[in-house]
């Protein structure tokens, strides 16, 4: 029988709802605040806390969320920064996000955010919703 509050159950269920656009229920199943068991450190539930907040105009809330995933080693890749620096430009904050967008052409210069955020999502407008903060910072695809 599966442990309702195994992380990995927790994350998997995140991601689905996350990917099908139901921030909301993704919202509620990362909560950092929620109990689960973790076996590993390689979790992912700050991270899609951090995507869905973004979704949903908590921008705050994504930045913290991203900060607290370094923090603890989740996984860092060029989609968290991609949606970290969306987050600062939802904040008005053009200049960080600028700045991480220089980071991301710096460490991975062949990542094209107009390829992969079509592929992550169910559904084109959210990924439009992501490019248009990242043009708005600066990236000009």
Do not use: C
Request: proline fraction near 4%.
């Amino acid at each position: 029988m599966l442990d309702p509050l195994d992380a990995n159950l927790l994350d998997f269920h995140a991601t689905v709802h996350l990917l099908t656009g139901n921030f909301e229920k993704t919202l509620d199943i990362a909560d950092p605040g929620r109990e689960r068991v973790v076996e590993n450190t390689r979790v992912i539930h700050r991270n899609a806390f951090g995507v869905a907040s973004f979704h949903l105009g908590f921008f705050e809330e994504a930045i913290e969320s991203f900060q607290d995933a370094a923090e603890y080693g989740d996984p860092i890749s060029e989609l968290s920064l991609t949606f970290l620096a969306a987050s600062h430009q939802g904040a008005g904050r053009s200049e960080k996000a600028s700045e991480i967008i220089r980071e991301l052409r710096s460490n991975w210069p062949k990542y094209r955010p107009e390829i992969a955020l079509p592929k992550f999502y169910r559904h084109q407008q959210h990924a439009d919703q992501v490019l248009a903060s990242l043009r708005a910072a600066g990236w000009d695809f």
